[in-house]
């Protein structure tokens, strides 16, 4: 049989489905590793407010080390990550601007470079490493990128001391000027992976009688369906069975928000509980992996600076204010919890990358997924060493299962430049860098 293209789409009216990886899709000489057909992706999931760093930072370096407190949830996926310590954001320190640490810490995290301070519209940082490699790889991808975020935040205005909202709310920069604006919900994210944006008609009708996606596409997937193997059948029931059951959990989300709040407008599709907001968004994430729809996303799991409670933990106080904490062991063992609870949320998703097989190996194994911050402890602003975590084994050339601890201050900048290499794309510097991170494989 004739191979199918890598990009091969199902098409209906006002609707488009990408396809995961099928055997289909692979020559048959190449059947012995069909992963040569995937090419790297990179997520980069930003969380505010630093962490309690003796709770993230295990005890010994190597392959032997333990995962601490904050990072016991990671235990099934440990062989795949790198926790890594001793890496900085020199141009998140204040460097004569006086206050601001948040508002910095946002700004650098992807750029490395120094925002400027002010509240107007002469907003500067510096391109991010996302749209770095966006730039070049994006046209390979249907989206050149995806950005995605759990607060809405403010373009415009003043924020954290005399710096613009936009620096808290971004950290994605498509130029210096640029920011590149977060989608916070769920159903327009569905709609932007899947929608084709040319039958507006064909959207409303499909919300109108709560039609799947797949419906729309029904015939060309049964065209494709005929054609194609077992192994590969199986395949495309799974993978509809998933996006199925991210409609049902967006639309189920919009009614129990009405119900529960019936006086009150509430956007349409977005949760208003943080574990099913954040897994939607970790779900559309790897989907849009699943499907080379793009291969380059953010996250933010909250605007930097972030005061929200986190009641269901009972921690009622907001995490900005606690974060700065004066050794206060109350204050110290609630941020412990929201930065575990936020570490188990990720672990749902690199648990989801890694069980989505993709050729001889997995999503993960094909992926990057950065979760870090530019700040480690809140409590005094500090910019060093920092809480960094470097899932996946970037398709062989990482090595994982490791803490990887660097001596001496290492700029992040330098981990990003290595993991643009790792994307195909050649950069000699970015941001701040003095070279390559070591060690990675």
């Given at each position: 049989?004739?191979?199918?293209?890598?990009?091969?789409?199902?098409?209906?009216?006002?609707?488009?489905?990408?396809?995961?990886?099928?055997?289909?899709?692979?020559?048959?000489?190449?059947?012995?590793?069909?992963?040569?057909?995937?090419?790297?992706?990179?997520?980069?999931?930003?969380?505010?407010?630093?962490?309690?760093?003796?709770?993230?930072?295990?005890?010994?370096?190597?392959?032997?080390?333990?995962?601490?407190?904050?990072?016991?949830?990671?235990?099934?996926?440990?062989?795949?990550?790198?926790?890594?310590?001793?890496?900085?954001?020199?141009?998140?320190?204040?460097?004569?601007?006086?206050?601001?640490?948040?508002?910095?810490?946002?700004?650098?995290?992807?750029?490395?470079?120094?925002?400027?301070?002010?509240?107007?519209?002469?907003?500067?940082?510096?391109?991010?490493?996302?749209?770095?490699?966006?730039?070049?790889?994006?046209?390979?991808?249907?989206?050149?990128?995806?950005?995605?975020?759990?607060?809405?935040?403010?373009?415009?205005?003043?924020?954290?001391?005399?710096?613009?909202?936009?620096?808290?709310?971004?950290?994605s920069w498509k130029s210096p000027n640029t920011p590149m604006a977060k989608e916070i919900n769920p159903k327009l994210v569905f709609e932007r992976l899947f929608g084709t944006g040319e039958d507006a008609k064909a959207a409303k009708e499909r919300a109108f009688y709560r039609k799947s996606v797949l419906d729309f596409v029904s015939q060309d997937a049964k065209q494709l369906r005929d054609t194609l193997g077992a192994d590969d059948r199986r395949?495309?029931?799974?993978?509809?069975?998933?996006?199925?059951?991210?409609?049902?959990?967006?639309?189920?989300?919009?009614?129990?928000?009405?119900?529960?709040?019936?006086?009150?407008?509430?956007?349409?599709?977005?949760?208003?509980?943080?574990?099913?907001?954040?897994?939607?968004?970790?779900?559309?994430?790897?989907?849009?992996?699943?499907?080379?729809?793009?291969?380059?996303?953010?996250?933010?799991?909250?605007?930097?600076?972030?005061?929200?409670?986190?009641?269901?933990?009972?921690?009622?106080?907001?995490?900005?204010?606690?974060?700065?904490?004066?050794?206060?062991?109350?204050?110290?063992?609630?941020?412990?919890?929201?930065?575990?609870?936020?570490?188990?949320?990720?672990?749902?998703?690199?648990?989801?990358?890694?069980?989505?097989?993709?050729?001889?190996?997995?999503?993960?194994?094909?992926?990057?997924?950065?979760?870090?911050?530019?700040?480690?402890?809140?409590?005094?602003?500090?910019?060093?060493?920092?809480?960094?975590?470097?899932?996946?084994?970037?398709?062989?050339?990482?090595?994982?299962?490791?803490?990887?601890?660097?001596?001496?201050?290492?700029?992040?900048?330098?981990?990003?430049?290595?993991?643009?290499?790792?994307?195909?794309?050649?950069?000699?510097?970015?941001?701040?860098?003095?070279?390559?991170?070591?060690?990675?494989?």
């Amino acid at each position: 049989m004739k191979p199918i293209s890598r990009r091969t789409i199902l098409k209906g009216v006002g609707a488009s489905l990408a396809l995961p990886v099928l055997d289909a899709m692979v020559p048959r000489a190449a059947w012995a590793a069909p992963e040569q057909l995937v090419k790297n992706r990179a997520a980069f999931v930003f969380f505010p407010n630093g962490a309690i760093m003796k709770d993230w930072t295990p005890t010994q370096a190597g392959t032997s080390y333990e995962l601490p407190k904050t990072l016991a949830s990671l235990k099934d996926v440990q062989s795949d990550l790198l926790v890594i310590t001793g890496l900085a954001h020199d141009k998140a320190r204040a460097n004569g601007d006086g206050a601001g640490d948040h508002a910095r810490c946002s700004a650098a995290f992807l750029t490395a470079a120094q925002p400027r301070k002010t509240d107007g519209a002469d907003i500067s940082v510096g391109k991010s490493v996302d749209q770095v490699a966006a730039e070049k790889i994006g046209t390979e991808t249907r989206l050149p990128s995806l950005e995605l975020g759990i607060e809405a935040g403010r373009q415009a205005g003043r924020c954290d001391s005399g710096y613009s909202c936009a620096y808290q709310s971004n950290i994605s920069w498509k130029s210096p000027n640029t920011p590149m604006a977060k989608e916070i919900n769920p159903k327009l994210v569905f709609e932007r992976l899947f929608g084709t944006g040319e039958d507006a008609k064909a959207a409303k009708e499909r919300a109108f009688y709560r039609k799947s996606v797949l419906d729309f596409v029904s015939q060309d997937a049964k065209q494709l369906r005929d054609t194609l193997g077992a192994d590969d059948r199986r395949k495309m029931d799974e993978y509809f069975t998933s996006v199925r059951e991210i409609e049902t959990r967006i639309d189920r989300s919009a009614q129990v928000d009405a119900e529960r709040r019936p006086d009150i407008p509430c956007p349409d599709g977005i949760p208003s509980d943080w574990s099913d907001h954040v897994k939607m968004m970790y779900d559309l994430m790897a989907l849009a992996f699943q499907t080379n729809t793009t291969r380059v996303c953010t996250f933010m799991l909250a605007n930097s600076g972030s005061n929200r409670s986190y009641k269901e933990l009972g921690v009622s106080e907001g995490h900005h204010q606690i974060s700065h904490h004066r050794d206060d062991e109350e204050k110290v063992a609630n941020l412990q919890k929201i930065d575990q609870y936020m570490v188990e949320h990720f672990a749902y998703f690199l648990k989801k990358l890694k069980a989505t097989k993709e050729g001889n190996s997995n999503l993960l194994d094909n992926s990057m997924i950065l979760y870090g911050c530019a700040i480690s402890d809140a409590n005094r602003h500090r910019h060093e060493n920092l809480p960094m975590i470097l899932a996946g084994r970037g398709g062989g050339t990482i090595n994982p299962g490791r803490h990887l601890k660097y001596d001496s201050e290492v700029p992040a900048s330098n981990l990003f430049l290595s993991m643009l290499d790792r994307m195909g794309v050649e950069e000699q510097r970015f941001g701040d860098s003095t070279g390559r991170a070591e060690q990675l494989s």
